[in-house]
C-alpha cells in the first residue's frame, strides 16, 4: 500500500436521534455514531449521518466498520459528515464499496476523516531485490466514494481527510454520469493497484479544485482522469502523484518493476472540455513584503501551497486530448491568462533507462484540442530521462495554441549522456506564432546528444519570439534553438520563417 496516515481503528457506541418538529410533520431522522458500528447506514431510513469525532478525553478513534455490505448509502436528499478521528472501513470483498451515492440525489458529503476500503494482502517480492514481482493488490473493483452513473446526481462534496483504497481495477473516488456542485480536496486521496485510478469524473458542471495530494501505484493506474466536460476551472493546488514506491503490508518499500512503468498511464488526463481553463496554481508572487493577501483570496500567500504534477514512467504528467474535440478555455494566473497556466510545476523523471519521457502533452490522441488563451507558464515544465528522449513540452499536430508566454522555466534534460533527445518546447501543429520568454527554455545534455530548446520545424507561417527581461527576473537564457539552428536573441523580437 502507499505511504498512508496512521489511523487507529479501535472500539466505540453508536446512537441514533430521532428529531421531532412540534407539528404533525413526519419525523427527521439522524443517525450519530460514537464508538464502534457494525451496522450498514442509509440516509432514507437514517437521515442525516455523522461519525463523530471522539469525545474530549478519550482516546479510540470512532469506528463504522463493516463487513459484508456497504457501511454508507446515500439515497435521499441528505449530509453525510465523517468527522476528524473518525473512520468508514469497509471490508475486503471484491465490489466494495466505502460511501455509495445514488444517481439523483442532492447531497452533502463532508469528509474530515477516514474512509478506507483496504485489504490484508503482501505483494511478492521473491528475490528480495525490493521491486515488486507481481500484482500489489489481489481484490477488484473497489471504491472509497462512488456516485453512481443513471441521471443528474447535485452535491457539495469536500475532502479535507483522508480517502484510501486498496484494489485491482478500482477507484478511490468515482464520479460517474452528470454532476453537478462543487468538488473541494484539500486532504489526501489515495489508490493502490494496477489498473486503477485515484480519482475520477465523467462531467462536472462546476468547478473542481485538486489541493492536499492525490496519488495513485500499479501498473497502468491512472492517478486523474477526467472523462467528460468541466464547465467551470480545473484548478491543481496540492500533490498530484504517480507514486513508483509503496510500502506492503509487512512495512517494507518496494518498487514497481520495470515492466510495470512502462505500462504507465497518464499521471492527470483531461479528455473534456474545460471552459474555465486548466490552472496549476502556486502562491502569488511576494511583490509587497507588507500585504499578506496579496491575491485578495481571503487566505494569507504563506499558507498557500503550490500545485504540483509527478510521473515516473513513460506516459505524460499531464495529457489533455481526447479522440473527440475538445476546447480549454481561459484562466487568470498570477502571471498572464490562458487557456493552460502552469504557476506551479509539472515534472516528468524516468526512473529505469530506455524510458522517454514526457512532461506536458496536447493532443495526440485522435481529436482536435483548442486553446484560445494559449500556454502560460511562470512555474516549471521538466522532463528528465535518463538516456532516451525528454520532451517537456509537446504541442500536437490537431491542435491550436498561438502563443507561449513562459516567465519561468521549461526544460528537458538527461543524465547520462551520449545518445539520447531533449526537446523543451516541441510543436508539432504549425500553430504557434507567438512566443514570449522572460524566463528559461533550455534543452540540457553534452555534444553528443541532440539538444533542441525549441522545434518549430512545421511552422509554415513565421514565429515571432520575444526575449526580454521582467522585473522577477535575474536573467534569461540568451539562445533558443530549433531544429535548424538559433532563431531568437535576447532582448528583441525575431521572426522565424520555416520552409
Given amino acids: 500500500m502507499?505511504?498512508?496516515?496512521?489511523?487507529?481503528?479501535?472500539?466505540?457506541?453508536?446512537a441514533s436521534l430521532l428529531l421531532a418538529s412540534t407539528s404533525a410533520a413526519p419525523l427527521l431522522a439522524q443517525a450519530v455514531v460514537t464508538g464502534t458500528q457494525t451496522d450498514p447506514l442509509r440516509t432514507s431510513v437514517?437521515?442525516?449521518?455523522?461519525?463523530?469525532?471522539?469525545?474530549?478525553?478519550e482516546e479510540d478513534d470512532t469506528l463504522l466498520e463493516v463487513t459484508g455490505a456497504t457501511p454508507i448509502v446515500i439515497d435521499s436528499n441528505n449530509s453525510v459528515t465523517v468527522e476528524e478521528n473518525a473512520t468508514v472501513q469497509a471490508d475486503d470483498a471484491d465490489n466494495r464499496v466505502g460511501i455509495e451515492i445514488e444517481s439523483g440525489t442532492n447531497f452533502d458529503l463532508n469528509n474530515a476523516g477516514n474512509i478506507r476500503v483496504t485489504e490484508d494482502f503482501v505483494a511478492e517480492d521473491e528475490d528480495l531485490n525490493s521491486i515488486a514481482d507481481g500484482p500489489i493488490a489481489e481484490a477488484t473493483n473497489r471504491y472509497g466514494v462512488r456516485i453512481l452513473p443513471g441521471g443528474t446526481t447535485t452535491g457539495s462534496f469536500v475532502n479535507s481527510g483522508d480517502i484510501y483504497v486498496e484494489g485491482l481495477n478500482s477507484f478511490a473516488v468515482s464520479i460517474e454520469g452528470d454532476y453537478v456542485g462543487t468538488i473541494d480536496n484539500t486532504g489526501d486521496i489515495l489508490v493502490a493497484g494496477d489498473g486503477s485510478v485515484a480519482f475520477y469524473a465523467q462531467s462536472i458542471d462546476g468547478d473542481l479544485r485538486l489541493g492536499g495530494s492525490v496519488q495513485s501505484v500499479g501498473e497502468g493506474s491512472r492517478t486523474v482522469l477526467l472523462d467528460g466536460d468541466i464547465t467551470g476551472t480545473l484548478r491543481v493546488d496540492g500533490v498530484i502523484n504517480n507514486a513508483s514506491v509503496f510500502t506492503n503490508e509487512n512495512g517494507r518499500s518496494l518498487t514497481l518493476s520495470r515492466s510495470d512503468l512502462r505500462e504507465s498511464a497518464p499521471t492527470v488526463e483531461v479528455r473534456g472540455d474545460v471552459a474555465g481553463g486548466i490552472l496549476i496554481d502556486a502562491r502569488p508572487f511576494d511583490l509587497d513584503p507588507d500585504v499578506a493577501d496579496e491575491d485578495g483570496d481571503g487566505v494569507d500567500d504563506i499558507d498557500?501551497?503550490?500545485?504540483?504534477?509527478?510521473?515516473?514512467?513513460?506516459?505524460?504528467?499531464?495529457?489533455?486530448?481526447?479522440d473527440q474535440d475538445i476546447e480549454i478555455g481561459t484562466v487568470v494566473g498570477r502571471d498572464t491568462t490562458a487557456s493552460i497556466v502552469i504557476d506551479g510545476s509539472v515534472n516528468s523523471s524516468s526512473i529505469y533507462s530506455s524510458f522517454d519521457s514526457n512532461a506536458l502533452v496536447i493532443g495526440g490522441q485522435g481529436g482536435t484540442v483548442n486553446l484560445p488563451g494559449g500556454i502560460g507558464v511562470s512555474g516549471s515544465v521538466s522532463a528528465q530521462t535518463i538516456d532516451s528522449t525528454a520532451?517537456?513540452?509537446?504541442?500536437?499536430?490537431g491542435v491550436t495554441a498561438e502563443t507561449l508566454d513562459n516567465s519561468g522555466s521549461i526544460t528537458a534534460s538527461l543524465t547520462s549522456s551520449g545518445e539520447g533527445t531533449v526537446i523543451a518546447v516541441r510543436d508539432l501543429s504549425g500553430t504557434l506564432t507567438t512566443i514570449n520568454n522572460s524566463g528559461f527554455i533550455s534543452a540540457n545534455g553534452s555534444n553528443e546528444d541532440t539538444t533542441i530548446a525549441i522545434d518549430l520545424s512545421r511552422n509554415t507561417t513565421g514565429v515571432t519570439i520575444t526575449q526580454f527581461l521582467n522585473d522577477l527576473d535575474a536573467e534569461v537564457l540568451g539562445i533558443v534553438r530549433?531544429?535548424?539552428?538559433?532563431?531568437?536573441?535576447?532582448?528583441?523580437s525575431v521572426a522565424a520563417h520555416q520552409t
Fill in 2 to 14: 502507499l505511504q498512508e496516515p496512521h489511523l487507529r481503528l479501535r472500539a466505540v457506541t453508536f
Fill in 46 to 57: 437514517d437521515g442525516d449521518i455523522t461519525i463523530q469525532s471522539p469525545a474530549d478525553g
Fill in 304 to 322: 498557500e501551497t503550490n500545485g504540483r504534477i509527478t510521473t515516473n514512467g513513460e506516459a505524460p504528467a499531464l495529457l489533455i486530448g481526447s
Fill in 391 to 397: 520532451v517537456a513540452l509537446l504541442i500536437n499536430e
Fill in 482 to 492: 530549433e531544429q535548424n539552428g538559433v532563431v531568437a536573441s535576447t532582448e528583441e
